[in-house]
């Protein structure tokens, strides 16, 4: 610009000694326009065209990755377009190369590098500088193998630029048992690598020791969300569970800390009085209810009135026995009660089926058990019963086969 700029200057002053301003302003902005017309302008960096030729992205796969990216960035508080993000190290292919050569230099393949990507596009514009001894640490001092480390980044990429997590793996790889384990709960629960050892993990640990919790790591397996608790709101979320009748041995005491912890009492009190209402049950009962499935307390009001409705009124169940077998009403009303009670009757009309097998021990079932024992043995003697069943399953209940 300033060689452009000395140009200008000495054409102005080869001019006419004495030009008049308007005439030497109109030389000098012809001379800019044809400059500025015959310059090379590089093109903007187009994250969706690098996704697909450096990273191995499908177009159209790199276009639903662009659109995540917008849609993270805006979600965290920006407003900028993607072509504006000159501040994100997204607005060149500098960045995200430098990322892309560390998760070479770490063993990951083209194949393995698209698919983290894919996951977690925000990775290339993390600061390379900062996630090389992230990655450095996964492998020396953790000891993660390649495939290891690619399941890790498939998971937990977003922790890995958000803190230093080596610290949180290595003691939950300890606490848990194994990788492998110590992957499932930070895949459950997307906070805990980067949650505080000091002021969160091992005080809520150390609460559940006292509260006589028979299996922690069990508990913090099934719903490791309460790991990351604040320490008050999860003594209050423990209190309530027992006030539910759950105990401490129990090995549903996670569910029942966890669902109360975001129902206010208020919320519970109604959904205990609901089931007192509707299935003509005591307290008692509730309770011993809530504390066989705390589950229970999280389904609305509508969907269990209909399964109600169902039971009793075409399963033919008493109030009182789905009380005192509460998983029933934990069960798919449109892809498991109402197609098996459909078998069920056709089996019956037919002379099939034991007069003494209830209708619970076909809800529960798992469903390949329940088609061996009760579908394909019948294949011969009702050839169209697997796909009425199957036609049942999407919620059109076939005529009787």
Not at 364 to 393: M, N, Q, V, W
Request: charged residues 20%; glycine residues 4%; contains cysteine.
């Amino acid at each position: 610009m300033l060689r452009l700029r000395n140009r200008l200057l000495s054409l102005l002053r080869a001019a006419s000694p004495f030009p008049t301003p308007a005439r030497a302003a109109s030389s000098a902005l012809r001379l800019l326009k044809t400059s500025t017309s015959t310059a090379t302008v590089p093109a903007p960096f187009s994250l969706e065209d690098y996704l697909v030729a450096a990273c191995g992205l499908a177009p159209a796969q790199a276009r639903e990755v662009s659109k995540k990216v917008s849609r993270e960035l805006s979600s965290n508080g920006s407003r900028r377009s993607l072509d504006e993000l000159s501040c994100s190290r997204l607005h060149s292919a500098s960045n995200p190369d430098a990322i892309l050569a560390l998760l070479t230099g770490a063993g990951l393949s083209r194949d393995d590098i698209a698919a983290v990507v894919s996951a977690d596009p925000l990775l290339l514009r993390a600061s390379a500088s900062t996630i090389a001894p992230r990655l450095l640490a996964l492998r020396h001092r953790v000891g993660l193998s390649t495939p290891q480390i690619v399941r890790f980044l498939l998971v937990a990429s977003r922790s890995l630029r958000r803190g230093d997590v080596v610290p949180r793996l290595e003691f939950f790889i300890s606490f848990y048992g194994s990788f492998e384990k110590a992957l499932v709960a930070a895949k459950r629960n997307g906070s805990l690598l980067n949650a505080s050892l000091e002021r969160l993990i091992e005080p809520n640990i150390a609460l559940f020791r006292q509260w006589g919790v028979r299996d922690i790591v069990q508990l913090c397996s099934n719903v490791p969300r309460v790991l990351t608790f604040n320490l008050e709101r999860l003594k209050e979320s423990l209190l309530r569970a027992e006030q539910l009748g759950v105990p401490p041995t129990s090995g549903l005491l996670g569910h029942a800390v966890s669902i109360v912890s975001y129902m206010s009492e208020e919320k519970v009190a109604a959904k205990l009085e609901f089931f007192k209402s509707t299935l003509g049950c005591s307290d008692s009962e509730v309770s011993m209810a809530v504390s066989k499935l705390p589950s229970l307390l999280g389904i609305s009001d509508e969907i269990l009135l209909r399964k109600i409705k169902f039971l009793v009124n075409e399963a033919m169940m008493e109030p009182r026995y789905i009380v005192e077998r509460p998983v029933v009403l934990s069960m798919s009303l449109e892809k498991r009660l109402m197609p098996r009670h459909y078998v069920m009757k056709i089996l019956q009309e037919k002379g099939l089926l034991n007069s003494n097998t209830s209708f619970l021990t076909f809800a529960k079932l798992g469903e390949k058990s329940f088609k061996l024992k009760f579908i394909d043995c019948h294949k011969d003697s009702i050839p169209g019963l697997a796909d009425a069943y199957a036609t049942a399953r999407t919620g059109i209940v076939p005529s009787i086969v």
